[in-house]
C-alpha cells in the first residue's frame, strides 16, 4: 500500500510566545455535538490517508454511550465524521461483542491500518482491529486480560515483533497507573510484559505523580522513540491531566533514556478546563514530518472536544534531554 506524504496542518508559533508547544488559534477543531446523536467528541486518532486524513473518532452518545467512528478530512481540521459507529466484523476472532469502545488510536503497519481501543469485555481492556480503507473493519482478540486501558501499538516491528504501550488498571476511575510494553509475534498472542515508566515522585513532578498513560503511536527520531503521554495529579478538585513527553530507546524502548520534568501542556484554556470533565489534556494522536520539523498533536480537551496544539519536533526533543527527571 502507498503511504503519500500529506502536508500536516501547520500554524506559526505565535508572536511573542516561548512556549515549545502552542495551541492552535481556532481550537476545538471538532465540536461536542458534531454529528447527530453525540454527547461529546473527544480521545480520537487520526492518520494520513490518501489525498488527506482518516481517523476513529470517540463519540460520546445522549444516553453517554461510549463507541469509536470512522472519519476523513481533506486537512486535517475540518472533518466529516460518520453517523454510524463502526461494525466490526471477524479478524482473527468471532468474538467480537463488546459492552463499550473508547479512546482509539491508529497506525499503519506493513499492510493495513491497525486500531486500538480500551474494549469492554468484562471491565475495560486492549481491543484491536484493523482496516485498510477506513470503510470495512475487522476485530481481533483482546490483548489483554481485564483490566488495562491506553494500548499503542508501535508503528514497526521491533526486533520481528509487534509492540504495544498499556497501562494495567483496575475497573473504576483509576487512582493509579504505569505505563507497561508488550510484544506480539502475530497480533494475536501477547507476552514478554516490561515496565517502562512509573509514576514520578510528588515532590519531584507533582503533575504526574498519580497515574501516566501513552498517547499517540511513538514517533521514530534520530533520538530514539518520541512518546506523548498523560500524566495526573489527584487534587482538591480532582484529576487533572496534563502532557509530557519522554525518549525511548529504538531497540529496547523499555528503556527510557529521558523524560520530561515539567510538563508540555496543561489545562489552561476555557475549553480544556470547562466540560464534562473538566482540567483535562488527553493526547491521542499526533501527524508529523520529520524533513519539516514539524508535529500536529490532536488532543481531547475536557472529555467534551478535540483539540490541536503545534511543536518543531527539534524543540521538543532538545526541550526533553535538558529538562528530564
Known sequence: MNLKSNPIPWQDRPAGSNSVMWRYSENPIIDRYAIPSSN??????????????????????????????????????????EHDPIQFNPGNTDMIASDY??????????DRYWITWCNGYHGPTIGIGYTFDFKEFFQCENAFLPFNRN??????????????????????????????ISYSPDMKYWGEHRCVMKVSPFEQ????????????????TEEGWLLFYHGVINTCNGFRYSVGAAILD???????????????LAPSEIYELTG???????????????EEDKLALYYGAADTVTALAYGKISEILTFIKDNSL
Open 40 to 81: 461529546s467528541i473527544f480521545n480520537s486518532a487520526v492518520v494520513p490517508f490518501g489525498e488527506g486524513y482518516a481517523g476513529v473518532f470517540r463519540c460520546d452518545n445522549k444516553s453517554v454511550q461510549m463507541n469509536i467512528f470512522a472519519g476523513f478530512s481533506k486537512d486535517g481540521l475540518n472533518w466529516d465524521i
Open 101 to 110: 469502545k473508547y479512546d482509539p488510536r491508529v497506525t499503519f503497519i506493513e
Open 151 to 180: 494500548g499503542v501499538l508501535f508503528p514497526k516491528k521491533i526486533n520481528g515483533k509487534y509492540a504495544m504501550l498499556s497501562r494495567p488498571s483496575d475497573n473504576g476511575h483509576t487512582p493509579f497507573g504505569d505505563i507497561y
Open 205 to 220: 513532578s507533582a503533575w504526574q505523580c498519580t497515574k501516566i498513560g501513552a498517547g499517540p503511536v511513538p514517533i521514530l
Open 250 to 264: 529504538e531497540e529496547q524502548p523499555e528503556k527510557v533514556k529521558f523524560r520530561t520534568q515539567p510538563y508540555l
Open 276 to 290: 464534562d470533565v473538566p482540567n483535562v489534556l488527553f493526547p491521542c494522536a499526533a501527524l508529523h514530518s520529520i
